[in-house]
């Protein structure tokens, strides 16, 4: 092993601008996937806030006792689905309403919004089917005057997400497929340049594992650096989009280190690919 190491860091310093190129590549390849898996992060983020406004709302009819309301309170909030419940009495329905629509405050004039409930959803129940089973199970209270919960908003951003998601992971493995390619051309470069090398080795009796090895550690490597260096462009794109652009969100500690661990790991696995067809033809 300690001999592979070494002759994958020689090739480094036989060959530098090779290298260079090799891990130039690798990193602009990874780059773009960085790049996708930010955009993909923080469309989810997005949807995500857009979610957490999923809420039912039920009026409650004029002259219900505090009583009853206030059981109603307790039972909806056991509800395994629900997030929270709040009461909206009419003084509060009448002056959020003046505050959020001012430019329609005379028709508010006469004060005849009603009071009413809005229960918050828990994360993973804010899909249409769940949404609507909460709000048939409210209904069945006799003060409620009506349930309203935007049921083709809630379908479309349901739909949304489904359609974002689908797209994402399709996209995610294209670029990974791409990223794998690019990195296996540019370690067959490094195999190619090296061809007479394997020929004089397969003459002496060395075996496939102990040619592979080299160039493993050597993809590997190659991965690594370029992982690294598709992290700092990534950051430093996100930074110039933050300041210029939109604010947005940037992967975290965990995410970060696993990048360049895939970017390692599709360079291992180029090189395999690349090593393994050359060996088959020598």
């Known amino acids: 092993m300690n001999l592979a190491v070494r002759e994958a860091l020689r090739a480094f310093q036989r060959a530098p601008m090779l290298s260079a190129l090799s891990v130039t590549t690798i990193a602009f390849s990874l780059f773009a996937f960085g790049l996708f898996?930010?955009?993909?992060?923080n469309?989810?983020?997005?949807?995500?806030q857009v979610e957490e406004r999923v809420e039912v709302r039920a009026f409650i009819a004029e002259g219900t006792?505090?009583?009853?309301?206030?059981?109603?309170?307790g039972d909806i909030a056991a509800f395994p689905e629900v997030q929270r419940v709040e009461m909206v009495s009419e003084v509060q329905a009448l002056d959020r309403a003046r505050r959020e629509l001012g430019e329609f405050e005379d028709v508010f004039e006469a004060g005849i919004l009603p009071a009413s409930l809005e229960i918050r959803i828990k994360d993973g129940f804010r899909d249409p089917?769940?949404?609507?089973?909460?709000?048939?199970r409210i209904e069945n209270y006799d003060f409620i005057d009506d349930i309203r919960y935007g049921e083709e908003w809630v379908e479309k951003l349901y739909r949304?997400?489904?359609?974002?998601?689908?797209?994402?992971?399709?996209?995610?493995?294209?670029f990974a497929l791409v990223a794998v390619i690019?990195?296996?051309?540019?370690?067959?470069?490094?195999?190619?340049?090296?061809?007479r090398e394997i020929r004089i080795m397969r003459l002496v009796g060395a075996t496939n594992g102990f040619i592979r090895a080299p160039f493993l550690?050597?993809?590997?490597?190659?991965?690594?650096?370029?992982?690294?260096?598709?992290?700092?462009?990534t950051w430093v794109t996100y930074q110039f989009v933050g300041q210029y652009v939109v604010q947005a969100t940037y992967f975290g500690g965990g995410?970060?280190?696993?990048?360049?661990?895939?970017?390692?790991?599709?360079?291992?696995?180029?090189?395999?690919?690349?090593?393994?067809?050359?060996?088959?033809?020598?």
């Open 182 to 195: 690019i990195i296996g051309s540019t370690i067959r470069m490094a195999v190619l340049a090296r061809s």
């Open 217 to 233: 550690i050597e993809g590997f490597l190659k991965g690594l650096l370029g992982g690294v260096l598709a992290l700092l462009l």
């Open 255 to 282: 995410m970060a280190v696993l990048g360049v661990l895939v970017g390692a790991l599709i360079g291992l696995l180029g090189s395999a690919i690349s090593v393994g067809r050359h060996l088959r033809r020598v």
């Open 37 to 41: 898996g930010l955009v993909a992060l």
């Open 65 to 73: 006792l505090p009583e009853a309301v206030a059981a109603a309170i």
């Open 129 to 136: 089917e769940s949404v609507k089973a909460i709000a048939k």
């Open 43 to 48: 469309l989810r983020n997005a949807l995500q």
């Open 160 to 174: 949304l997400r489904t359609i974002a998601s689908a797209a994402g992971v399709s996209l995610g493995i294209v």
